[in-house]
């Protein structure tokens, strides 16, 4: 059973910067489609990032320019830079994955929540202003 785990999420004025690590474990890492998604209170769980096995990547146009999303094959693990954030980024960030079955991998880094079946419990990420 494929589990994430989120870390690196804090608090940090307008313009700063954060790292979010997704940690995989329980599958084929590198089989897998890996995202991030973010909800702030009271809007609908958006896409901002994902990449796919062959390392394309696809960004939210909001944070185009700002978050670069990476992974580490070694040691299992998506990472999420953020740089020049601002208020409206604030929200709970979650780490998300898909792994297909038999021998494919995944090569489209899609950023619905529809495409993905595993899911982290979120790190939370304020920046004031």
């Known amino acids: 059973q494929v589990h994430l785990a989120e870390s690196g999420g804090g608090s940090v004025q307008a313009d700063g910067s954060l790292r979010l690590s997704c940690r995989f474990s329980g599958g084929t890492f590198n089989k897998a489609c890996m995202a991030w998604f973010r909800q702030a209170p009271g809007q609908e769980r958006e896409g901002v990032a994902a990449?796919?096995?062959?390392?394309?990547?696809r960004y939210a146009d909001s944070v185009k320019g700002r978050f670069a999303i990476s992974r580490d094959k070694g040691e299992n693990t998506a990472h999420l830079q953020m740089n020049n954030l601002i208020p409206e980024d604030t929200a709970i960030y979650f780490c998300?994955?898909?792994?297909?079955?038999?021998?494919?991998?995944?090569?489209?880094?899609?950023?619905?929540?529809?495409?993905?079946?595993?899911w982290g419990q979120g790190t939370q990420v304020s920046v004031s202003s």
């Open positions: 990449i796919d096995a062959f390392g394309g990547t």
């Open positions: 998300a994955s898909r792994v297909p079955q038999d021998d494919y991998y995944c090569g489209t880094p899609d950023i619905t929540t529809g495409w993905y079946k595993h």
